[in-house]
């Protein structure tokens, strides 16, 4: 994977055998600009509380405190369709149609015939040999089991005949809990929006039980980057996620019909390690803002009180009522090999069963990345085009 990794980036920052030089996104992290007041303070914390300095939180020991590497220029992201589409518009062997819902991949027996689409209210069908299904963890299991690939359990209840059972799709879903400390800043200090600043991350691995660096705290200002929730006035917040959950969830259908949604059901929590991990994680983040690093910053502490910090079953409802997502949505067709019947997909990301499918999104990873997921679904988008390119 490491060669597709670096062909789609170039990181101005760090040149070495795992970083990109000539790909399209380029990479920054932003420790040569000002330093936002909250960012500092928060950097300092993690000092101050013994853990390393790190100047590559994509590298291969990703530990400790360091700025975390943005795809993110002039304040604008750089996503896909600016880096890898429009460059490519005028291609005479590529038609983009927006605007187009698909309903359903069609079948001869077990092979690809072509997707059924709506446009407008008109339904058509579009013939080809060949699928690749990119539409993300919650949407691409949904349109494989409207399109009768799938638990039969579920396929048979909706009407929906069956082209191959297979019980893993919209199993193994995965994503990133994440609680939210919350604190009132100091009238003095500057919130920063973050998108376009210097953000740092605090990369830490939980007591045992746990995995190596399973779990992330960074610090916001003005606004959630993820949900784009605002929050109060001079409030700014530590998140930590759980970057590494034990716990999975699963999408079901609901309707043979393409345009009602499947049921989702994260299941967070479900694994009381889960729990104890995020508990701590949250009792970390109130630690770092007792620091003298926070002195000139906040004001106090929001949430959670120091009440509900001292009672574990206090902080675990609060948590259960406060979670937020990171929208990390991964795992649901996940890869795995010949013996594994709960696997979705081969090591070449083909959907088991059927001849001329593929999916090529972050519902192949068995477990969601300890970090975010956009670089690993990009990187899984160029392995799959070589595959096929050379197919």
Request: aromatic content about 6%.
């Amino acid at each position: 994977m490491l060669p597709f990794f670096r062909k789609a980036e170039t990181d101005l920052d760090i040149q070495d055998d795992f970083h990109g030089s000539d790909g399209p996104i380029p990479i920054v992290r932003r420790e040569n600009q000002p330093w936002p007041d909250v960012q500092k303070a928060f950097h300092a914390a993690a000092m101050e509380r013994g853990y390393v300095s790190n100047p590559d939180l994509n590298g291969p020991d990703s530990a400790g405190i360091g700025a975390i590497p943005m795809n993110n220029r002039d304040g604008v992201r750089m996503s896909t369709a600016i880096t890898h589409l429009n460059p490519v518009r005028h291609r005479l062997n590529l038609t983009i149609k927006g605007n187009v819902f698909v309903r359903r991949v069609l079948f001869d027996g077990n092979r690809v015939a072509g997707v059924e689409a709506d446009s407008g209210g008109e339904i058509f069908s579009v013939e080809g040999d060949q699928v690749v299904l990119s539409a993300g963890a919650l949407k691409s299991p949904h349109i494989m089991m409207l399109s009768g690939i799938g638990p039969s359990d579920q396929l048979t209840e909706f009407g929906i005949p069956v082209i191959h059972e297979s019980p893993g799709v919209g199993q193994n879903l995965f994503n990133h809990p994440m609680g939210n400390v919350t604190f009132r800043v100091k009238d003095h200090v500057r919130l920063h929006a973050n998108a376009g600043a210097l953000r740092f991350g605090l990369r830490v691995t939980s007591e045992p039980p746990s995995y190596p660096s399973d779990v992330m705290l960074h610090t916001l200002g003005i606004f959630n980057v993820m949900t784009g929730e605002r929050l109060p006035d001079r409030t700014a917040r530590i998140a930590c996620a759980l970057e590494l959950p034990d716990s999975s969830g699963w999408v079901r259908l609901q309707s043979s019909d393409p345009t009602v949604q499947p049921a989702i059901n994260y299941r967070y929590f479900h694994n009381e390690n889960d729990m104890r991990r995020m508990r701590d994680a949250v009792r970390l983040a109130a630690d770092m803002l007792e620091s003298d690093a926070y002195r000139d910053v906040m004001e106090y502490r929001e949430a959670p009180t120091d009440e509900t910090l001292a009672d574990d079953d206090t902080l675990d409802a609060w948590i259960r009522q406060t979670v937020g997502t990171s929208r990390h949505v991964s795992g649901t067709c996940r890869i795995g090999p010949d013996g594994d019947p709960m696997a979705v997909t081969d090591q070449q990301c083909r959907v088991r069963g059927v001849h001329g499918l593929w999916v090529a999104d972050s519902s192949i990873m068995p477990q969601v990345t300890r970090a975010n997921t956009s670089a690993t679904a990009i990187m899984i988008g160029e392995r799959v085009a070589d595959w096929i390119a050379g197919s």
